[in-house]
């Protein structure tokens, strides 16, 4: 089964500071890759799908990046509001495979 | 608006069963697939399996072939998860989650969750 590893685990940050978060597939997807959000308590949200579409109402300091094995989430300026863990997931194939997850707080 | 409705928390002994609905709304219920995803306490989301709502076809996670079966009932427009031999590894919150009509993979809504604990 394809592994997808996310770096770093966890991320220290300031709010407007740009944020990037990195997705490894350990064989290449394509470009299907989806990231969610999971705030404290919440349920997962899809925020972005094709590796680069926003998902409908997902702000737009929120973007995605990468094809085949290597992606990247980035959040362009960071709100109080982002703190959260965040999750790629490969879905070109079952098994539907997460990654680890990178949970984001706020400096 | 589409909806995923779970049933409610559950306490298990070990080596019991146990067994999760998802009742869907607001869309047509065997134009999706539906996954469940678990997450357990202070962990990340594990993938457990996938069900075609029209085709009754199911995918499952390798670690639990055997111990999960994943079916649905049209007539009510409801999703089932029944995981078998329950350990203590097992206590975790289980969500139903839909997957698009272009991707079975890429859940676009998710159930409110439904938290499991597996004690004696």
């Known amino acids: 089964d394809i592994q997808m590893t996310q770096s770093p685990s966890s991320l220290s940050a300031s709010v407007g500071d740009r944020v990037t978060i990195t997705c490894r597939a350990s064989?290449?997807?394509?470009?299907?890759l989806a990231w969610y959000q999971q705030k404290p308590g919440k349920v997962p949200k899809l925020l972005i799908y094709?590796?680069?579409t926003l998902q409908s109402g997902v702000p737009s300091r929120f973007s995605g990046s990468g094809s085949g094995t290597d992606f990247t989430l980035t959040i362009s300026s960071l709100q109080s509001e982002d703190v959260a863990t965040y999750y790629c997931?490969?879905?070109?194939?079952?098994?539907?495979?997460f990654g680890q997850g990178t949970k984001l707080e706020i400096k | 608006q589409v909806q995923l409705v779970q049933s409610g928390a559950e306490v298990k002994e070990p080596g019991a069963s146990m067994k999760v609905s998802c009742k869907a709304s607001?869309?047509?219920?065997?134009?999706?697939?539906i996954s469940w995803v678990r997450q357990a306490p202070g962990q990340g989301l594990e993938w457990m399996g996938w069900?075609?709502?029209?085709?009754?076809?199911?995918n499952y996670a390798q670690k639990l072939q055997g111990r999960v079966t994943i079916t649905t009932d049209t007539s009510t427009s409801t999703a089932y998860m029944e995981l078998r031999s329950l350990r203590s590894d097992d206590t975790a919150v289980y969500y139903c989650?839909?997957?698009?009509?272009?991707?079975?993979?890429?859940?676009?809504?998710w159930g409110q969750g439904t938290l499991v604990t597996v004690s004696s």
């Open positions: 607001g869309y047509t219920f065997t134009s999706h697939g």
């Open positions: 064989q290449g997807i394509g470009n299907y």
């Open positions: 989650a839909r997957g698009t009509i272009s991707a079975a993979g890429k859940f676009d809504y």
């Open positions: 997931q490969k879905y070109n194939s079952a098994p539907y495979t």
């Open positions: 094709a590796a680069s």
């Open positions: 069900i075609s709502a029209y085709t009754g076809n199911t």
